[in-house]
């Protein structure tokens, strides 16, 4: 092993060091401006909160531009500038105060028209994920998340959709969005 060293004046080392450290402060400024914008976009997240059925969901603002709220205060509808990503959010009640997998049951059936994948129930919440059928020319995945109250008398869910050609970007934000939707208030 051996050490190079270049024989160097004791005066120009603090000068050389001086001007070494205002050169990677310079470098490391620029990176962050360059880059902050993008690292601060990724991280664009804002709660929404449904008065009505008294439940709360992370957003990601950085990708929805838009929004229509239903008239009846059930729920509300995200969009993506380009109109490809739509998350719509929303409650019901459970009037019956159906099990779980019943729930999971009567969606299943009810998702004509969807080629399911992905379902599960576990505790208070339901999963259903696939392909919208239509339209033929671009391949439409959906993923929904139903999330019932404590006495099973309502959900909360969600339900993001999404071309396919989108999913490296989409997928990523699923895990948020599922571990910050609450449980309804009961009825």
Not at 23 to 47: I, K, M, N, Y
Not at 156 to 182: C, G, H, M, Q
Request: charged share 25%; glycine share 4%.
């Amino acid at each position: 092993m051996f050490a190079l060293t270049m024989p160097r004046p004791s005066h120009a080392l603090p000068f050389q060091l001086g001007r070494f450290i205002a050169a990677l402060s310079a470098l490391l400024v620029s990176a962050l401006l360059w880059a902050g914008p993008a690292v601060a976009a990724q991280e664009e997240w804002q709660t929404y909160k449904n008065e009505r059925f008294g439940f709360s969901l992370d957003i990601p603002t950085h990708l929805f531009t838009s929004n229509k709220a239903s008239d009846n205060g059930d729920g509300i509808e995200f969009m993506s500038a380009d109109e490809k990503i739509i998350l719509t959010i929303y409650g019901f009640n459970n009037g019956d105060e159906l099990p779980l997998e019943q729930v999971r049951d009567i969606l299943l059936e009810d998702n004509d028209g969807r080629n399911i994948t992905y379902k599960r129930a576990k505790n208070n919440w339901i999963v259903l994920s696939g392909y919208e059928n239509e339209p033929a020319d671009v391949r439409v995945i959906f993923y929904q998340r139903l999330v019932a109250a404590r006495d099973m008398s309502r959900f909360s869910s969600f339900e993001l959709r999404y071309p396919e050609n989108r999913r490296a970007d989409v997928d990523k934000l699923i895990k948020r969005l599922s571990s910050s939707i609450t449980a309804p208030d009961p009825l």
